[in-house]
């Protein structure tokens, strides 16, 4: 895939990269990436993809924005309260390039649409903050056979694992109950702006190839005492979303 001049002089410095190069720079503009979620972790997630070069940046969200959201959803402004954040987002990622297609998808995830939301993504990343969604999304990248990159946040604490179906654990295989739901939980903006980041990175290293990804690795940040902690984590074989693979 050939590039123009002002693409070249933009990705500059990752296509320096070792193992990445322009052919790792090709996989990025060729790939369609989702990102459910257009709040803490959907904000700096599609932030670093489109900065980053992805082709095809689809975010899915049917909020609008709130005042609460600002100390945390860092794409979202004053000026946008009480507009829908698909679009409030993907304004903002617009401006910052241009060479990309970034769309705006006013939808909830169901049972009944899921499956179909995803079909034909290259990746989907999970930026939600309800486990319900999470498992409904979880079973549909299983079924279609999809990268999902999985994050969560709560108060300092935060999450991130990645699900290539059939060749790690899915999300109900570690989760294998969907846990309680908290309308209102705690949660500081630069936490969830960390593990959207590293997000993106899970999302840029599946696509490229470049690195491990967190397959079958579950890894926990704790922001009080600035420290990661690796759990490994298995497939069931028991389980009723990924167990048949």
Known sequence: MSFSSAELERYDRQIRIKGLGKSGQSKLKNARVMVVGAGGLGCPASFYLVAAGIGHVAVVDKETVELSNLNRQILHWSNDLGRPKGVSMVEKLRQLNPEVTVEALQKIVTTHNARQLVKGFTVVVDALDNWRTRFLLNKACVKEKIPFVHAGVY???????????????????????????????????????????????????????????????????????????????????????????
């Open 155 to 245: 108060a300092l604490y935060g999450q991130i694992t990645t699900i290539l179906p059939g060749k790690g654990p899915c999300l109900q295989c570690i989760l294998p109950k969907i846990p309680p739901e908290e309308e209102k939980f705690p949660v500081l903006g630069a936490v969830v702006g960390t593990l959207g980041l590293l997000e993106a990175l899970e999302t840029i290293k599946i696509i490229t190839g470049l690195g491990e990804p967190l397959v079958g690795r579950m890894l926990h940040f704790d922001g009080e005492t600035m420290s990661f902690q690796e759990i490994k984590v298995e497939r069931r074989r028991s389980c009723p979303v990924c167990g048949s693979l």
